[in-house]
């Protein structure tokens, strides 16, 4: 009987008190969802979850919600965030791209992944203490990847490798790049490893907000000057002022009448992720979203780190009250263990 009762008023894995006629509380997972620097919001919500005794057991994170949900699973939260506040300046963003003009993406990755290594190390995702998976898209085939297994790191690496930007990353023998591609916010992986209660944060909810079609649309009235004509006859007059160098920067970064590549690269991945998003959530939905208004801010403003916490602290409270009833609801009744003979 003595032994039966050791446990009585010990706190359990979630914080919750357990004993005799005990409420066991349910798995809850959380699943983030990608956004390059709006991920930074992912750090507000884990925190104001956290302070409010709410505390993931399984989570599954796509692109930098990979990077946000593996730095909690291995205990570095902390750490992410000193470092996500300090990038408040353009050469500091700029000091972890490794940019190269060959290969299969703009940047390398390679600084950004020494800084991670140096945070996490070579912890490998078997070994955390809470069940965690990131999301990858197989180059080849499409297939949906989920990393449960290996180093964290590389996992966050897999998932984060936005084509065209990131290289892909090898694993095994696959080449793996975003998992936004496939499964922007993973709730279905959340629930195959076995969360009861999915609470999903998707930070593309009010980028487009209601697309629509424009269904009669054609030539303007008057055809506007073209920019390029001018861009010729100053070449012709300054040649010298026209290098290889600077004609691919100003195509890449683009002009104020034309997007430049890396600006059409990047909404076309918006409205790709912002149209799987809403069929996937809508074919499995999470038990909680979770929606920071973070439309507002751009995919590479990885400087404004306080404000998209912020931001993501105060959605994660607008969201408590829900997210506390859904666990008073599902919680199964604990057993009370059998006394001895």
């Known amino acids: 009987m003595l032994d039966m009762l050791k446990g009585w008023g010990q706190n359990g894995s979630n914080g919750e008190k357990v004993g005799l006629g005990s409420i066991r509380r349910p798995v809850i997972g959380l699943a ?95 070994d955390l203490p809470v069940k965690f998976a990131t999301v990858a898209t197989e180059v080849r085939t499409g297939h949906e990847i989920w990393l449960t297994r290996g180093p964290v790191v590389d996992a966050m690496r897999a998932s984060y490798a936005l084509p065209g930007i990131f290289s892909p990353v090898l694993i095994g023998d696959r080449w793996l790049v975003d998992g936004a591609l496939v499964n922007p916010v993973p709730v279905s992986a959340a629930r195959a490893l076995g969360a009861e209660i999915v609470i999903a944060a998707n930070l593309s909810s009010d980028v487009f907000t209601h697309s629509t079609t424009i269904y009669n649309h054609g030539a303007m009235p008057a055809a506007p000057v073209e920019p390029v004509a001018e861009d010729a006859a100053a070449k012709r007059r300054f ?36 149209r799987i998003t809403r069929a996937r959530l809508a074919g499995d939905p999470p038990d909680m979203l979770i929606t920071p208004r973070v439309g507002q801010i751009g995919w590479f403003d990885f400087h404004r780190a306080d404000d998209l916490i912020a931001f993501g602290t105060r959605a994660a409270e607008r969201a408590l009250d829900s997210i506390q009833e859904a666990i008073q609801v599902l919680a199964p009744e604990g057993t009370a263990p059998a006394a001895d003979a």
């Open 239 to 274: 040649p010298r002022f026209f290098s290889p160098e600077r004609t691919m920067k100003r195509e890449f970064f683009g002009s104020p009448g034309r997007p430049g590549i890396s600006a059409v690269m990047v909404d076309a991945f918006n409205i790709m992720q912002d």
């Open 32 to 126: 983030l969802g990608g956004g390059a620097a709006r991920g930074f919001a992912h750090i507000g919500i884990l925190r104001t979850l956290l302070a409010n005794g709410i505390v993931p057991s399984v989570v599954v994170g796509t692109s930098i919600g990979a990077v946000v949900g593996g730095a909690y699973a291995a205990g570095h939260l902390d750490t992410l965030e000193d470092w996500a506040r300090s990038l408040q300046g353009v050469r500091n963003i700029l000091g972890y791209l490794d940019v190269r003009l060959n290969g299969s993406g703009l940047i390398g990755g390679e600084k950004l992944a020494a800084r991670l290594t140096e945070t996490i190390g070579p912890t490998l995702i078997e």
